[in-house]
T-cell receptor, first 114, second 117 residues
Framework: AQSVTQPDIHITVSEGASLELRCNYS??????LFWYVQSPGQGLQLLLK????DTLVQGIKGFEAEFKRSQSSFNLRKPSVHWSDAAEYFC????????????WGLGTSLAVNP | GAVVSQHPSRVICKSGTSVKIECRSL??????MFWYRQFPKKSLMLMAT?????????EQGVEKDKFLINHASLTLSTLTVTSAHPEDSSFYIC?????????????FGPGTRLTVL
């Protein structure tokens, strides 16, 4: 079965601390992986994506993610969190060709303490 | 580039009325548009996939007669919630897949908050 698991429902970090949000997936074909961020009441903004090539991908706002095929993971990281990073983060997986639906994780809510 | 707009951003309506939400790709042509529903503190639920010029494909459990989708052009898809009831209150988000874009990348609109009284 195809699925995306974000094990952490809610995370709180202090401003300036490092951050890692976990994402594990189950997908039968070559996965295309995405991280999106959603601020309260807003739509989704793409942070980064992995299609192929270098397994460490850089995104916007200082985020990066590493694709580990052996672990079926695509964890999101940021070395130093800013208060404006407080938001909901969603991991998603999709495929090529006719497999155009995205499978979504339930999201991780990030709170940042001053 | 790759901007998607939704209109309206917020709508309040009476029970029994119909509400139309527009999704537009502003600077690209979209072969496929997707409609999602998001409940509070929940992930996105795909409602339907809309291809220009053809009937939408609805996900299991989504009533096609209640949620009418029209994809009349490569830049516009509409979702009409017919005979809305309070349980239809939700955050509706559309996304669009670019005609000549990378595989399976979707660009999201800002969402529409529907409140049915």
């Amino acid at each position: 079965a195809q699925s995306v698991t974000q094990p952490d429902i809610h995370i709180t970090v202090s401003e300036g601390a490092s951050l890692e949000l976990r994402c594990n997936y189950s997908y039968g074909a070559t996965p295309y992986l995405f991280w999106y961020v959603q601020s309260p009441g807003q739509g989704l903004q793409l942070l980064l994506k992995y299609f192929s090539g270098d397994t460490l991908v850089q995104g916007i706002k200082g985020f990066e993610a590493e694709f580990k095929r052996s672990q079926s993971s695509f964890n999101l990281r940021k070395p130093s969190v800013h208060w404006s990073d407080a938001a909901e983060y969603f991991c998603a997986v999709g495929g090529a060709g006719n497999n155009r639906k995205l499978i979504w994780g339930l999201g991780t809510s990030l709170a940042v303490n001053p | 580039g790759a901007v998607v707009s939704q209109h309206p951003s917020r709508v309040i309506c009476k029970s029994g009325t119909s509400v139309k939400i527009e999704c537009r790709s502003l600077d690209f042509q979209a072969t496929t548009m997707f409609w999602y529903r998001q409940f509070p503190k929940k992930s996105l639920m795909l409602m339907a996939t809309s291809n220009e010029g053809s009937k939408a494909t609805y996900e299991q459990g989504v009533e096609k007669d209640k949620f009418l989708i029209n994809h009349a052009s490569l830049t516009l898809s509409t979702l009409t919630v017919t005979s809305a009831h309070p349980e239809d209150s939700s955050f509706y988000i559309c996304s669009a897949r670019r005609l000549a874009g990378e595989v399976n990348e979707q660009f999201f609109g800002p969402g529409t908050r529907l409140t049915v009284l």
